[in-house]
């Protein structure tokens, strides 16, 4: 209990409550109710009641002076004893106090004929025809032991007697020597209690004195839902004559009372009262004027015959009170339900009262964060709303009679505080958006509303407004239909929906008519407001969409109240999810259709992309990894291609978490949004952010007209398209628009423009928007060159120290893994297949198969190695076919091309059985190029290419890489220069701080020295090479210069590409191999120019040369392919005619 206390009941309610109980007196208060609140209160202040005399003291402390003063003097056994005698006290002091009062009234009346009789018996009325009385409890054993309510700490307690205990019925004693009378028959010697003859009940004599006050009477219940969960009441089903009936046993009821329909229905005999009695019901006063003297009740088949008065109630047909309890000395033990009556005959009878058959279940208001089910949707429950609310197909629609003219009124007048108070919920709503000025000719005034927390609520009084509105016919639901649909349920949880109406904005054109006036201005609102005639059935329409599906199965909607339903509570786990998942934001299904169509990934390339996608936003998606899980085990090395349905699972997840909360969030308009948009021949696709969350995918296919639209236009169409879809959360905020098409970035200052694109700025001008450059490959793991890895060059160091010579005159590299390192120790690649070949079964069925003339295209020669063509067949050997792929890929001389050029790189001396795919599984897998390399193909677009050059190196392609880590040496550039013909390239490494005669020096060496004086120079419009030196030199070469469109690298295309794979290769060097960049730099260049080129079919080497350069991976090839005369020139025709 005290941990609870301190976990639940806040400090300073307890500090309030030990105040309270420490000034705590009886005043007014019985002592049953002074009890009640001793009780309650004395919980929260233990340290002063920790003993039982301790608790007796401050008990007395607190009651009236002459009971305080009466008790003081006795010593008590305990504190139960104390409170009997008090109560005793307090009873005798009340009889004192009544025959004091009906002597006043008996000298007043004297000279009357008419005398007051009182009538008791079993057939006696329920209170006496002429004036108060009082009748003795003989037991106050009532027993209650529900904490919850009335604060008894869950001990055995005495209940509270009548509320006037005037109405115990006295013994009326003559005066003197004369003899006691009866009041019932009138003869001396006994009294009307205790008179064998029936009661007088209809020849009862009345008071003609009218200024006599009625009897009182209270009753506290008066329904079964309200009386069953009361702690000092039991409720059960007797007969009453013979007619079941519902029962309510309450000790707090001063009378026993009979509901009037059950007399009506069942014809049970009535008597009016002689006066009538005033009774006391939960937040009423009637007046009872009848009563029913022969009603039997039977419990336990005893009868007890009962006077009971007849009242109003709603479902309880009887209620016995204090005077029927007392009269049968009945003791309620409430926390049992045990209840014990004594009948007339002395028989005692006991029995236990079932659970009331009313379920209605309270519910213990908890913490939104004590519901585990809510805290997986904390979006469905935020703090506060944060803005506009999304547009929907239903919008509140305000359509007036034909003829009306705009109704506007002055603003009432306010008091400073309501003023106050008018221009801080004004300047809120203007926040978020709910409200905007205006210049509308309607107005209404403004008024405040006091809520329950006694706050107050600005309303406008649109009653001018709705007196021309045509009323909206939409059903509203019937109360009780909805309850009759809850029947069986035992688990409910209720939902109201914050600000509800500020959820549904109003049609556009209807707004101004929302116009209100205060005195700080004309505004309209652009969500729904109070005080609106048709906005209840507005908002029912559109809950009864969101909930359709769920109507009369598990939810009950009323307007902004939602009620969720259940029989069992893990039913109801599973119906209030379902709801809350229609309460949460979602994106629209058209506008992620890229996403949700997205095509199951084939290769490992696929999966890649997809995963790269997903993995932006992982931070969003809880257990990301889990879920992938399946997809990036296919990304390992030496794991076979193979889509499971694991692997299907995991994809269709993370398509559904990527357009479902948490990566969608419901858009702030206080605070700025990022739209990233891009554009291909394909569509156009679109992507709304907010603090690095995604709000909306958007996305569309391209129109016929706009195929023909230029690069430039339709990216500008692709940020058009934005904001126009947008508009609504884009207008009128701070709007940060990424596009990977840099020229986008000077639209503003760009001179000349078409009409297309004048008529899209003029749209863009109305937005606070500025566009950024986004490089469309940003998403690639941090740039490589940055990092530094170290190679262990333990393989080498058992080399002989004269072939390290040489290989370093040969500007050789000994790297961590190659064959090279394991030159000396092992066999050539070509001894190694011979020597696999020799027990390959394969191989040695393709032997059979020649001898047979089945193997077409397959050789034996004299070694008895079998060969295709050219090409020499490797066996079924994982290991060696490992190695010759690693020689391709991983060496210096190769430095990580793409599956399609180790390929064809290796076709032309190897083949075996599926080499196309394992080498594309080998590179898919590959972790460098994982992390270093990014795709760059991108659909064709409408493509001007530059013309092609008749001969080699006559038109050549030049730029600068800049911004690179600056090496020991001194370099942080790179000079790339590209024949246009055969795709040969030099890498010059340079520094930013170069001269013009210093690049104009390297350019004769590395350039002019090797391929002569070329033709035509393209490049950009860099200062390197728009100085006048530059064009000087150029000139006197002979030689033009041809410059790129100013912020449109793609004019030089084919520079553009050299450099990403320059950059990619780079990348590969410093991570696998290690040291500058500068000195990997001319084993980049080899690679490269000894690599296949698609678009050449052939390296840029061979293109050059006849034949591609000699590499490690044939380090045993020798002789040289011999072309004499006329043949050379006949063999680079050929060359050049293939090139074009």
């Not at 340290?47 to 006795?74: C, H, I, P, W």
């Not at 209840?339 to 009313?358: H, I, M, Q, R």
């Not at 221009?423 to 926040?431: C, E, H, N, T």
């Not at 000079?975 to 210093?998: C, Q, S």
């Amino acid at each position: 209990m005290a941990a609870f206390k301190k976990t639940h009941i806040p400090t300073g309610v307890v500090a309030l409550k030990k105040r309270e109980f420490r000034a705590l007196n009886q005043g007014s208060r019985s002592v049953t109710e002074y009890l009640h609140d001793f009780n309650r209160l004395a919980r929260y202040a233990p340290e002063d009641v920790r003993t039982d005399e301790e608790r007796q003291e401050k008990f007395l402390e607190g009651l009236n002076d002459e009971l305080s003063y009466a008790l003081m003097s006795t010593d008590f056994r305990d504190f139960q004893q104390l409170v009997d005698k008090a109560i005793r006290q307090e009873d005798k002091y009340n009889r004192m106090e009544q025959k004091k009062h009906r002597a006043a009234q008996f000298k007043a009346q004297q000279g009357s004929n008419q005398r007051p009789r009182l009538v008791t018996g079993p057939q006696a009325p329920p209170y006496p025809q002429g004036g108060s009385s009082s009748v003795v409890c003989p037991q106050r054993q009532f027993y209650n032991n529900n904490t919850g309510n009335r604060g008894n700490d869950n001990r055995n307690t005495v209940a509270r007697p009548a509320a006037t205990p005037a109405q115990n019925q006295p013994v009326r004693k003559e005066q003197g020597s004369k003899p006691v009378i009866c009041f019932n028959c009138g003869d001396p010697g006994h009294y009307a209690d205790k008179c064998p003859k029936p009661r007088r009940v209809k020849n009862a004599p009345t008071p003609n004195n009218s200024n006599v006050p009625a009897p009182k009477a209270r009753v506290n219940h008066v329904a079964a839902a309200e009386a069953q969960n009361a702690p000092d009441v039991v409720l059960g089903t007797f007969p009453v004559n013979s007619i079941p009936a519902t029962v309510l046993f309450d000790s707090g009821a001063t009378h026993s009372f009979l509901s009037k329909s059950f007399a009506s229905n069942h014809g049970m005999e009535v008597i009016s009262l002689g006066r009538p009695l005033l009774v006391n019901t939960p937040g009423n006063q009637v007046f009872s004027t009848q009563y029913c003297p022969s009603a039997t009740i039977e419990i336990e088949e005893v009868p007890f015959p009962s006077s009971l008065i007849l009242l109003e109630s709603k479902d309880l047909d009887v209620i016995l009170g204090m005077d029927w309890l007392s009269r049968h000395r009945g003791v309620i033990d409430c926390a049992n339900r045990k209840v014990t009556l004594t009948s007339s005959n002395g028989e005692t009878v006991s029995f236990f009262v079932s659970s009331p058959k009313y379920h209605g279940v309270i519910l213990n208001q908890v913490a939104l964060q004590e519901i585990p089910i809510v805290q997986d949707y904390p979006d469905v429950f935020p703090e506060d709303l944060p803005g506009m609310p999304p547009k929907r197909d239903i919008e509140f629609r305000i359509d007036l009679v034909p003829g009306t003219n705009p109704i506007h009124k002055r603003p009432y007048r306010m008091a400073a505080n309501e003023l106050a108070e008018v221009k801080r919920q004004v300047d809120d709503l203007l926040q978020k958006g709910y409200i905007r000025p205006s210049t509308s000719p309607w107005g209404a005034p403004v008024i405040f509303v006091e809520k329950k927390d006694h706050t107050q609520r600005m309303c406008v009084d649109y009653r001018a407004l709705n007196e021309v509105t045509i009323k909206n016919k939409y059903p509203l639901p019937r109360i009780d239909d909805l309850f009759d649909q809850l029947e069986g349920a035992t688990v409910f949880s209720k939902i109201d929906l914050r600000s509800g109406y500020h959820q549904l904005r109003i049609r556009e054109e209807d707004i101004p008519k929302t116009a209100f006036t205060t005195r700080y201005g004309l505004f309209e609102c652009t969500v729904m407001s109070f005080g609106l005639t048709n906005a209840p059935a507005f908002f029912m329409n559109l809950m009864n969409k969101v909930f359709m599906e769920y109507l009369d199965k598990f939810v009950v909607v009323f307007i902004d109240d939602i009620l969720i339903y259940s029989k069992t509570k893990e039913e109801h786990e599973e119906h209030l999810r379902l709801a809350l998942e229609k309460l949460r934001v979602a994106v629209d299904p058209s506008n992620v259709e890229s996403v949700l169509s997205w095509k199951q990934p084939k290769t490992v390339s696929e999966i890649r992309s997809f995963l790269g996608l997903a993995g932006y936003y992982c931070r969003f998606i809880e257990n990301f990894s889990k879920i992938a899980r399946p997809m990036t085990r296919l990304l390992q090395k030496e794991v076979k291609y193979k889509w499971t349905e694991d692997c299907e699972r995991s994809f269709q997840e993370l398509k559904k978490r990527l357009v479902t909360a948490p990566v969608l969030i419901l858009p702030d308009s206080r605070k700025g949004f990022q739209v990233y948009c891009d554009a291909s021949r394909l569509g156009l696709g679109c992507v709304l952010m907010q603090e690095g969350k995604v709000v909306a995918y958007a996305s569309r296919q391209l129109r016929p007209h706009e195929n023909n639209y230029p690069t430039h236009d339709l990216e500008l169409a692709a940020v058009v398209h934005a904001l126009k879809i947008w508009r609504h959360y884009l207008f009128g905020n701070r709007t940060e628009m990424y596009t990977d098409h840099k020229s986008l970035k000077y639209i503003f200052t760009q001179p000349d423009l078409n009409m297309r694109q004048r008529r899209w700025l003029e749209l863009i001008k109305d937005y606070d928007m500025e566009i950024h450059y986004h490089p469309g490959k940003a998403n690639v793991v941090a740039d490589a060159l940055s990092r530094k890895s170290y190679c262990n060059m333990s393989e080498g160091r058992h080399l002989p120290w004269e072939l390290c010579q040489e290989f370093e005159r040969l500007n050789l590299g000994i790297v961590s893994k190659g064959f090279v390192a394991a030159l000396e120790a092992q066999p050539t690649l070509f001894d190694q297949v011979r020597e696999a070949q020799v027990n390959d079964p394969d191989i040695q069925e393709i032997k059979k198969n020649m001898r047979r003339g089945k193997a077409i295209g397959f050789v034996e020669d004299e070694q008895g190695t079998v060969w295709l063509g050219e090409r020499i067949c490797v066996p079924e050997n994982k290991e060696l076919k490992d190695t010759i792929m690693k020689e391709a890929h991983e060496t210096l001389y190769s430095i990580h091309p793409r599956s399609t050029k180790m390929y064809q790189d290796l076709k032309q001396q190897f083949w075996w059985a599926s080499m196309r795919r394992e080498i594309a599984e080998y590179v898919a897998l590959c972790d460098v190029c994982q992390r270093v390399k990014a795709e760059h193909q991108k659909p064709a677009g409408l493509l001007q290419p530059l013309k092609i050059p008749e001969w080699k190196w006559e038109e050549i392609g030049m730029d600068f890489i800049t911004g690179l880590p600056r090496t020991s040496a001194g370099h942080d550039s790179i000079w790339v220069v590209v024949d246009r013909l055969t795709k040969v390239a030099h890498f010059i490494p340079v520094k930013t701080t170069y001269t013009g005669n210093k690049l104009a020096e390297l350019y004769m060496a590395r350039v002019v020295c090797l391929h002569g004086v070329p033709k035509k120079i393209v490049s950009d419009r860099g200062s390197q090479f728009t100085s006048k030196f530059w064009q000087k030199l150029q000139l006197e070469l002979g030689t033009r210069l041809n410059f790129s469109t100013a912020y449109h690298p793609q004019t030089d295309g084919q520079t553009e590409r050299v450099n990403q794979i320059l950059e990619d290769m780079l990348r590969a060097c410093v991570l696998d191999f290690g040291g500058s960049w500068d000195k990997n730099l001319p084993y980049a260049e080899f690679s490269y120019n000894n690599s296949y080129q698609a678009s050449l079919q052939m390296a840029p080497y061979e293109a050059l040369y006849g034949r591609k350069c000699r590499t490690p991976l044939l380090w045993d090839q020798t002789g040289e392919r011999q072309v004499f005369g006329t043949d050379i020139l006949r063999q680079a025709e050929e060359k050049v005619k293939i090139i074009q």
